[in-house]
Nanobody, 122 residues
Framework: QVQLVESGGGLVQTGGSLRLSCAASGLTSSSGTMGWFRQAPVKEREFVAAISRNGDNTYHADAVKGRFTISRDNAKNTVYLQMNSLKPEDTAVYYC???????????????WGQGTQVTVSS
């Protein structure tokens, strides 16, 4: 059974940076596609970024492209989300997720972490 634990959230001012981490444990935890999603109050959860199992393919949502970067270290079973130039609209709970099916990198995730809060003050 794969478990995902996010960390690194917090309060930051507009224009600041944070790096989120997602530690994975369990069988085949390093062999799945990993993604980051976020959910702001009274909004639906939305896709942020994803990275393929060997890290050679990444995909970022338009809203974060050029500001956020997803990466992974399979030796550490950890996925990262480097967030720069943060804006108040980036405020949300950020979730890490994993999938092992092929197809779209934005859907089909099977395992989710508990989330970490990111708050950007104006």
């Amino acid at each position: 059974q794969v478990q995902l634990v996010e960390s690194g959230g917090g309060l930051v001012q507009t224009g600041g940076s944070l790096r989120l981490s997602c530690a994975a444990s369990g069988l085949t935890s390093s062999s799945g596609t990993m993604g980051w999603f976020r959910q702001a109050p009274v909004k639906e959860r939305e896709f942020v970024a994803a990275i393929s199992r060997n890290g050679d393919n990444t995909y970022h949502a338009d809203a974060v492209k050029g500001r956020f970067t997803i990466s992974r270290d399979n030796a550490k079973n950890t996925v990262y989300l480097q967030m720069n130039s943060l804006k108040p609209e980036d405020t949300a709970v950020y979730y890490c997720a994993a999938k092992w099916s092929y197809g779209s990198m934005t859907t089909g995730y099977n395992v989710w972490g508990q989330g970490t809060q990111v708050t950007v003050s104006s």
